[in-house]
């Protein structure tokens, strides 16, 4: 309190004196009891009044001790359980957490982790996943800008999520302990294995494999993939103590469409220990996707050669460059690709008009405009003979198939006549056009479906430059060729437009997320967020049914059927206000993860503790790693004085007694008399 308001105090002390002193004991003939009680409670009561007015600010200390954060990640994935390291892991976390040096130290806090890191809660050791990195991210956003040591117990072997060595905040030393037998087990494994998802019929199709050997002493192994009793491939790997890797590249034969299940496994005439991890099953599907397109033109130009290479980058894509004179008959291809059309092509159109032959029209400068009105109905063209430069400007709207905007805006323009083009149906705008930024609002490429038969129209030639622009700028000319791509694919299906679309892959991995998404569309072909979805999945071996609901996300509707069993499904999505109806079928390949280890990773724990600058201790070793913690002189007790400062109107206990002095004073006089 400041020397002022000490002297504001003192002066109501005198005050209240003197008020009490006049009232009470000034000239009174006898000083009673009661009429002491009286001049203390008025002395009380105008005391108090005054303090108040006053209002000094009361400050009040406080001493707090804060503890160093000590962190006890406990493992709580399957592989622990596998391991048999599950009861030494919960009795050495329980030994941890209940030491009484170590409370007495540092703030315990516990935790688990598997695929996600929570506070403990029942530890099973049931996880299907381990996601080390996944406490380094935690533990970095609860500790901010603290230092502080953490516990980790665990065998090591992580099968989702980054590189946890250096996930760890390197200024927090981490104390890995680890569990499970650490002898080295002769072990074959089959460790990962790419393989595309989709191949195309009386193809060949790469398959990666990479094959680990743990063991002291060399031996040959034989590597088979094989599909039900046939043996598509197999070869003998030898390993050795310095040769524990192999890469195997195998081209299997794609002579059957549909869905087909592999097996590929690794073996020898040695024990193991652990053979699940021995075998890796994968699927693929085949479809049978050959393109035959005629892209026809009765003239030279740039774009033809650009067309062709560009749409041949799909090898199920075959692109033929024809004169319109040249064609005898449509029947060997699927889409036509028609360069400016003339009269010259008017056999091609009468051809057309019986095979109904999906096209694609680009126009140009040398495009027979007259002759287009004549021999199509989509659009309706009133052209001049002046040429002019039209921009492309993106359509974020479109909706026919997915395509993200390439950069078409910085594209250089396409050369077309000037004029006014119509559409005399509904249409679905991919690209605008604009002159000089200015916006047309005329259609550059455009697709159209009118009673199975679609079409796409490109209003301007000089595609070539669109390609040559995007490899100066991205030094490729991959995402391009994919939008000219998607285009072809769009065409090469007659299928009509689905007002529920489904999109689910044909087999998943045990123990992987299993999300199946769906879009309805109404009339207009606007996506319904209104839609109402569920589905139906049905266990085709149980025939055990399960129903859920698809929940709305950003752009779609979606449901996780995380935790089925292996085994071949069917399914059944419905848009209930509309009874729209799609059915499909899945299959969950039974592979667990957790199962394919037969050592803790001590190496990748010990890199942990190094990159920290911690230590690494085996299970037997808790004792020196509490005695460690104990020690470390880097891991004190903070003491925090805390000033509170308040004003004195805030104490509701002297209004309480100020009130209970002015009201007994009342009634002591009011019992007396004196009133």
Known sequence: MTT?????????????????????LYKAKSRSKMTLLLAFLRFFSVFGLLLLLINPIISRKTIETLKTPLPIVIDNSASMANLKSDKQALELFEQLKENAALNE??????????????????????GKQ?????????LKNIYKNQTFPTVLISDGNQTSGEDYVFGFNPINKVFPLVVGDTTTYMDLKVAQLNVNKYAFHKNKYPVEVFLNYAGTKSINATFKITQGNSVLNEQTVAFSPSKKSATLNVLLPANSVGLQILKATISSKEQEKNSYNNTKNFAVEVIDQKTEIALIADMVHPDLGAIKRSIETNAQRKVTILKPNQINSLDNYNILVL????????????????????????????????????????????????????????????????????????????????????????TNVLLSSSIRNIPTNQPLLTFSEE????????????????????????????????????????????NARKSLVVNHERFYNSGEAIEITAQYFNKNYELDEKARLTIAVTNTKTKQVKNYDLLKTSNAFQVNLDGLAAGNYQFTVKELNSNSVYSGGFEVLDFDIEKQFVNPDWNKLNQLATQTQGKAYLANQAEALIQQLIEDESYKAVQKTITQKSPLVDWIWLLVLLAISLAAEWFVRKYNGLL
């Open 451 to 494: 009673q199975g038969k679609r079409a796409a129209y490109l209003f301007g030639e000089n595609l070539w430059k669109w390609r040559a622009d995007y490899y100066l700028d991205k030094k490729d000319f991959i995402d391009f060729d994919i939008f000219l791509d998607k285009t072809i694919q769009f065409l090469a299906s007659n």
């Open 339 to 426: 360069y400016q059309p003339t009269v010259a092509f008017k056999s091609v159109y009468e051809k057309n008009a019986n095979a109904k032959i999906n096209t694609w029209t680009i126009t140009g400068n040398d495009t027979d405009f007259n002759f287009l009105n004549q021999n199509q109905s989509q659009f309706s063209f009133k052209m001049s003979s002046q040429k002019e430069d039209y921009l492309a400007s993106f359509e974020s709207q479109f909706n026919l198939f997915a395509l993200d905007n390439i950069g078409f805006e910085q594209f250089p323009p396409l050369e077309n006549p000037f004029g006014a083009i119509t559409a005399n149906g509904n």
């Open 4 to 24: 002022n308001t000490i002297l504001l105090i003192l002066l109501s002390l005198g005050i209240a004196f003197a008020v009490s002193f006049y009232q009470y």
């Open 130 to 138: 381990s996601n080390i990195d996944v406490v380094a991210k935690n």
């Open 105 to 126: 130290k540092f703030e315990v806090q516990a935790y688990q982790f598997d695929e996600d890191f929570l506070p403990v809660d029942t530890i099973d050791f049931k």
